[in-house]
Every structure is written in C-alpha cells, then in structure tokens.
C-alpha cells in the first residue's frame, strides 16, 4: 500500500501544467454533472409536487373568480338601488315643490290686423334701442294695405310687424314672479312693464310685439320648405317663486304665418295678404317646461329647434334670433 502511495506521489509530481489544467477541467465538469444530476432530483420531485397542487389551486382560482363575480354583481345592484333611491327622493321633493309652486298659464289672441310698417326700422330693436310697443314705435308706424306693392329694392327692407294680447293666470297656490321678454309688456304696469308679482287666482293683461322686414316675410312663402323661421316670432315668458328649493317655468310661445303675397304670381312684386284668412295668422303656445332651483342650470333646446333645424342647418342661425331666446 505505502508502495502506491509512493508511486502516486511521484506520479504527481511529473505532471506538467497542460495535464494539471485537463485534470482540474475534468473534475469541474464531474461536479457540474453531479450538481445538474442532483437539481434534476430535485425539479422531478417539485413538479410531482406542483401537479399534487394543481387541481387544488386550479379549484382556488375557479373559487375566487366566482366570488369576484359575486362581487361585481353586488356592486351593480347596489349602484341600482341607489339610482332608484334617488330618483324616488328627487320625485318626492319635486312633488312637495309642486303642491306649493305658482302655474301659470297663457292665453292669446289673434295677431291684430293689418299688421304696422315700419319705415324708420329695418329689424327688431336690439338692446336699448325704443322698444317696438313704445307708444313713440306705435305712432311713427303705419297700418299695411293690400293696395300697397313692394317691388324688390330698399322698400322691402322695412319693418312689417304684428301686435297681440294674451292673458297670464296664476291657477297655482302660491304667488309668482313673472318676466316677459324685451318685445312684451304688461298692459296695466306702472314702472316695471315686464315683471310683476301674480297672487293665486288674479289675472295681468299683456301685449306683444314682433315682426320681419318685408323681404323676409316674402321669403317666408316663396320658400316654405324646410319651415322657414323668417315667417315666425317667438316669445318666452319666465314664471319663478320666492322659494330656496323652487321652481323656474317657461311658457314659450310662437307667432307665426305668411302674410306677403306675390302679385301675378311673381315675387318681383309682393303685397299685404286681401284677407287675414289668407295669411294664416295665429299663435301658439307649448306646453309648460319647468325645472327645478335643486337640479341646477340646465339648458334644454328650445320646443322649436326641432320645427326650424334644417333651414337653419341650410341658412344659418341669426344673431339676433339667438339673442331673444337666451
């Protein structure tokens, strides 16, 4: 044995330092085999493990899925339940504020005949011009005639326009405030002409003004389709009450008809309709829109967008029909 020992030693001894490198690279490559051998072991013993697991945690997930769903579905019924909570409280308010809120209607005549020409005027007063049923406006106007022609030029330009009266009654239970616009005014007003206070039961006279020039009532009916706004004039009335948690109503009204008709079927010529029943003449009235003080400002097309839409698309919407409607 100890001559082995001895025979190994000088065996050693006489390699060179080529031999030595393949010695150590050889035993590196036995303990990278034995390591890789022994992490094989152990990766067969975890993925036996794992698929132990698998159906295990695969039921989990299924489970937690289910719960989330579960969840998801509580979330939609209670955002459901607070919607229909709310609405029934927002209708339960809106009813208390209707029982104690004025209502008022409107009720109006046929546009007066003939209509007023105008010839210091070539479109409705703006901003702090004379208003239109200024006693001043009513005595410079002349009353229109049939008889009278208006062939296409400066003439046409002038101011056509109409007065009606309507009454305002508050059937509600509490007073209201009531504000006409710029072209309306209260008949028996002492300073204030377009707002007074109207108590349950009474009853406030009033009278509107409006009009075209010529020109835009003879385009009225030489082009009637899409529904021509120059052949109409609007008029919004404004009802609120004193109240913190109340109401605003809008009573909006239109006057409208084609009281220019050409002569000899040309429009080269127009004239004032022979009968009021020729130009169609009246007034209406929408039904009431009312909002509430608690749901804020809200701003809803007007009743007759929808009617005018197309030609406006086609035309433009004026300045001046924005303004008497904002």
Known sequence: MRAFWDALVASIDRLTLAEWIQIVSAMGAVAAAVAAASAARSGRGAARTAAKQLPELQKQVELNAAQAKSVDEQVVLAQEMLKATTAAVREAARARTDERAPLVVALFETPQWPPLIDATRDRMPY????????HRSVEQAEAASPGRLFARGAERNRLMWFQTRGVLINEGATTARVRLDEEAQFVEATAAKRERLLRPGEVALFEWGAGHTIAEWAVAREKPDPPNPLGACFLTIT????FEHGIFDHIHAVMSGRPIVPVDDSFD?????????EAEMGV????TRRT???????REPLPWDGTYAAWWRENGRRATEL???T
């Open 292 to 298: 509430y003080r608690s749901d804020g400002v809200r």
């Open 269 to 277: 010529e127009v004239r004032l309709a022979s009968r009021e029943s």
């Open 127 to 134: 901003g702090n011009e004379l208003r239109l049923l200024d």
């Open 284 to 287: 209406t009235v929408f039904p």
């Open 323 to 325: 303004a008497k409607n």
């Open 239 to 242: 009802v609120f009450d004193s």
